[in-house]
């Protein structure tokens, strides 16, 4: 996921190897101010030099911080782009398997990496300048150099250690996570439910979030007091190491004494770099579980739809299925739904009601008809038009109201409500002008109440002015007057003005204001009879 191109890989190197030098020239500087060597810069005003350098290094450090910034930013917010673009092309059936939570918990994932831009420049400037002062270290003493050479290896090693040993354990939280987000989804999706059961809310919450949180909380708190362990053993070996310096090494003739000032003042400067290397692991080890998980997460949903952008067929006759089979594999291989093989027709202006009992394959052959679920078998014919027939195609035929139906907090059509005689005459039809007072789209995107939200919801599908209109218990959440209203009235109407219309339904009452009835069990068709005139529709149930 995380790929440094070539020419980062060189700006990286070009920004980091002057900075570097222009810092060893400051800490030259200093260290020979202190030590009274300054007679070594004869011939140079050494203030207005080292004021110098410090603003070029300033503004040289200025400079790479916007353009690392811009291009760690602009890799986050490509990235957000393109996982909703990946969630957009993937099939309903793999979301339904993966489940929703792997998109929240990828989306936090990206957003460890706005960090990207301070943990480059440290990583650059601290490990630049460790080289260039251990060169300097050795210069002055090979046998004091190489001795904090070894204790700078040991801590290297702790800390490759402590990552690999974390990484796991972020991950591992990380899924913590991730399962924290399913219970969320259902606590938001299922709040009535909760609310009618204190045997269930204390189940949810002594069975099921208290045991995630604690571990959780425990693992975090695991992982973030061995990081800081770690940084605390670095920061005070380092003291460790400026006493040897000041009081072993001379005594043994390992490091004249005339040194001893030189390399504590260096030591003393590089305990920043080393520092920061240190305390950073915390934040590498999270963007590489990061990185990993989204990598798996662009994996998982790789099973994209073919889309078709540029499809404007809206004209419709007939949609014909010939043999047509789906198998829905759960998570659990050997559960398994197949519907079909089913052979039916859907002819312009028709007025088809499917009925069935639950488990009966009625909403499943909704998610087919609308091209969300992908036959595995068989043929779908367009307009008696032999020949691959893409989703898209179809879909751009149909507007439909899901019995889970969903009001978007913004208008993502091509039609605008402002303004909008059809939309005003629509609110009247479905009685909604007193609860929307205005044409305003915040209005129409409010909270309502069921019925209400699937008459909304009708009524933008309508807007679509697409052909066919498929609505999967839609009079189900409507009173009894609304509902007959419905069909006595709005369906026909409906049909009238050209529409096509699917309707998933339980009310047998109004039977006879379909043109077919179209009975599901087990997955398969049994009936399909015409609706008007039929004296025996008591067969249907």
Known sequence: MLKLKLKHIIG???????????????????????????????????????????????????????YINKYSFNLLYKNEKRVFNKILKTPLETLENLGSQRFYTVIEDLRIFSTLPEILTHSMNSIMMLLICIAYLLTLSITAGLVVIGVIVVMMFIYFFAMNVMSEKVNQLRNYNEYYYRLVEDVIKGFKGFKLSVFRRNKLMKSFLSPNRDKAEKLDFKI???????????????????????????????????????????LLFIIGPINDLINMQNIYTRLIVANSRIKTFMDDFSNEEEVVENSKNTVFDSLEFKDVCFTYEKENKGDTFVLGPLNLSIKKGETIFVVGGNGSGKSTFVNLLTGLYKKTKGSIILNEREGVVNATDIQNMISAVFTDNYIYSSNYDNYSLENNLEYDELLSVMEL????????????????????????????????KKPILVLDEWAAD????????????????????????????????????????????????????????????????
């Open 224 to 266: 973030n007091y061995v990081f800081l362990s770690i940084s605390l053993i670095s920061q005070y070996g380092l003291y460790l190491i400026i006493g040897g310096i000041l009081f072993i090494l001379p005594e043994f003739g390992i490091l004249e004494r005339n040194n001893v000032i030189s390399y504590v003042v260096v």
């Open 12 to 66: 990286l190197i070009i920004y980091a190897i002057p900075n570097t030098l222009l810092n060893f020239a400051i800490l030259y500087i200093i260290n020979n101010a202190i030590s009274g060597n300054s007679n070594k810069l004869s011939g140079y005003n050494i203030g207005l030099v080292f004021v110098s350098i410090i603003a070029i290094t300033y503004l040289l450090n200025i400079i790479f911080q916007k």
């Open 433 to 464: 002008n007193e609860v929307v007072t205005d044409n305003k789209e915040k209005s129409a995107r409010r909270i309502f109440s069921k019925g209400q939200s699937k008459r909304m919801s009708l009524i933008l599908a309508l807007l679509e």
């Open 478 to 541: 409507q009173d009894p007057y609304f509902r007959k209203k419905f069909y006595e009235n709005l369906l026909p109407q409906l049909k009238e003005e050209g529409k096509t219309i699917v309707a998933v339904t339980h009310d047998d009452t109004y039977f006879k204001y379909a043109d077919r009835i179209i009975k599901f069990d087990y997955g398969n068709i049994v009936l399909d009879v015409e609706a008007k005139n039929n004296t025996s529709l008591e067969t249907v149930f």
